[in-house]
């Protein structure tokens, strides 16, 4: 990534992320590197700003990359040591922005040091797995709708079914939905996966048989075909492992937080 020699300061300081402070190592010994006004800046300091900017490591920042970025920091720091600085950072809403600011550092922070020191088990992992999969629908279907703005619209196409019409040819014709160029096919899901009212209408079908009402939901009127319907097949623990671990983690750092909450609510 190139940045500009000189680029300005507009949009750079708020580009000190917390990623980037996160991801810097806290065992480095820092050294002074700059002196801005009588202030000293070290080598941490430095490096955060560097990777903030370049959205990279520092060591991997070209000699032009570090130039321009020490003269972006040192800007900041002649910015904020002149002297009617300590009157505008006296300014109520200013105060108040760089304590919000200061405070939302710190509490990426603490968050990712619980999160490191909580790591979801594989114990846990596999308790999470049996959960979902017992909570997961039996059965899946494969289906095709007609989706269509009114009432009488889908009501007139279940006579044309009732007719013989083709299904998949009507939906091509009039289905205003996304699927009407496939003929309305939704291929497999599960139930979970559509909203109640399609997923119940569905599932109240018998194999071949379609909707002999119009089924409403918030996109629309909706005749259904369901075309076949299979057992389950539930994923493999390792294919989802990463989303349960974080489902785990996440949940442990919910608790944590409610137990914070609770704390201080009794303290009040």
């Known amino acids: 990534m190139n940045i500009s020699k000189r ?27 700059l002196t801005v006004n009588g202030v000293d800046i070290d080598s941490t300091v430095l490096d955060m700003y560097l990777e903030s900017r370049i959205q990279k490591s520092a060591d991997q920042a070209t000699p032009e990359e570090r130039e321009v970025v020490i003269q972006e920091l040192t800007d900041i720091y002649l910015l904020t040591t002149q002297p009617n600085a300590k009157a505008i950072e006296a300014d109520p809403s200013i105060r108040a922005q760089i304590e919000l600011q200061g405070r939302a550092v710190l ?4 968050a990712a040091e619980f999160f490191a020191s909580n790591p979801a088990t594989d114990e846990e992992i596999l308790a999470e797995y049996q959960i979902q999969m017992t909570s997961a629908p039996a059965t899946q279907f494969k289906a095709r709708h007609i989706l269509v703005e009114t009432q009488a619209g889908a009501s007139d196409l279940i006579v044309q ?12 014709a009039h289905s205003t939905g996304p699927t009407g160029p496939n003929g309305g096919d939704l291929g497999w899901f599960s139930p979970d996966q559509m909203v109640a009212p399609f997923s119940d209408a569905v599932a109240a079908l018998a194999d071949g048989a379609y909707t002999l009402e119009p089924v409403q939901t918030q996109f629309g009127w909706h005749v259904i075909l369901r075309e076949e319907s299979r057992d389950n097949q539930p994923p493999t623990l ?8 974080q489902r785990v983690e996440q949940t442990k750092f919910q608790s944590y937080l409610e137990n914070l909450r609770s704390d201080n609510g009794d303290s009040n």
């Open 7 to 33: 680029s300005g300061l507009s949009g750079t300081i708020v580009a000190l992320t917390v990623s980037a402070i996160l991801a810097l190592p806290t065992t480095a010994l820092a050294e002074t590197v």
């Open 107 to 110: 509490a990426q922070a603490v």
């Open 161 to 172: 079914l009732d007719d013989g019409a083709d299904f998949a040819e009507l939906a091509k």
């Open 238 to 245: 390792e294919s989802v492992r990463d989303v349960l671990k």
